[in-house]
T-cell receptor, first 115, second 114 residues
Framework: DTAVSQTPKYLVTQMGNDKSIKCEQN?????MYWYKQDSKKFLKIMFS???????INETVPNRFSPKSPDKAHLNLHINSLELGDSAVYFC??????????????FGPGTRLTVL | GESVGLHLPTLSVQEGDNSIINCAYS??????FIWYKQESGKGPQFIID???NMDKRQGQRVTVLLNKTVKHLSLQIAATQPGDSAVYFC?????????????WGAGTKLIIKP
């Protein structure tokens, strides 16, 4: 009954490949996020979706394409993987972004290693 | 610019002692702040939050203090236990266009010495 789940937990792949990470939340939240955490633990938001619509799109290469089939799922597809894409990717969800006091709930993370 | 930063990247404390983790922010318009705890191999987990109309809020063994005059936030953990070992992040919720977005600090690693 995990609130925010991600698959896979570990992903090792070669440079140039295309891969996807899946995220699902069972909290009934309207908003979902993707974050990238580097080796120094710095968390950077990549995307945010509210009811399947993109609302935040930070400076991320267009090799990264989020897909939200419904408001409980937000998948991340990455084309032409590069060494610098190696990081831990976190999915998160929250009930809404129009309030200043919203709390985000995080998944367990996906550790991506590009060789 | 907007930033949320931490004074100490690593903090070592003796088990049983109190821990204080500090955080500075620069956006004076921020009205909501959150502390998250990230254990090894896991995602960040909500600990405690505070609104800008408060200067102190207490939880179970944790207290958050907010000083808006100097834009400073701190997390105090009482009677530190081995399970408190983690990276702690402060974050401020700022308004961007019609939505709010969390701006994260760099994180402080808390190490508990036996």
């Amino acid at each position: 009954d995990t609130a925010v789940s991600q698959t896979p937990k570990y992903l090792v792949t070669q440079m140039g490949n295309d891969k996807s990470i899946k995220c699902e939340q069972n909290l009934g939240h309207d908003t979902m996020y993707w974050y990238k955490q580097d080796s120094k633990k710095f968390l950077k938001i990549m995307f945010s979706y509210n009811n399947k619509e993109l609302i935040i799109n930070e400076t991320v290469p267009n090799r990264f394409s989020p897909k939200s089939p419904d408001k409980a799922h937000l998948n991340l597809h990455i084309n032409s993987l590069e060494l610098g894409d190696s990081a831990v990717y976190f999915c998160a969800s929250s009930s809404l972004t129009s309030a200043s006091t919203d709390t985000q709930y995080f998944g367990p993370g996906t550790r991506l290693t590009v060789l | 610019g907007e930033s949320v930063g931490l004074h100490l990247p690593t903090l070592s404390v003796q088990e049983g002692d109190n821990s204080i983790i500090n955080c500075a922010y620069s956006n004076s318009a921020s009205d909501y702040f959150i502390w998250y705890k990230q254990e090894s191999g896991k995602g960040p987990q909500f600990i405690i939050d505070i609104r800008s109309n408060m200067d102190k809020r207490q939880g179970q063994r944790v207290t958050v203090l907010l000083n808006k005059t100097v834009k400073h936030l701190s997390l105090q953990i009482a009677a530190t236990q081995p399970g408190d070992s983690a990276v702690y992040f402060c974050a401020e919720n700022i308004r961007k266009r019609s939505n709010y977005q969390l701006i994260w600090g760099a994180g402080t690693k808390l190490i508990i010495k036996p």
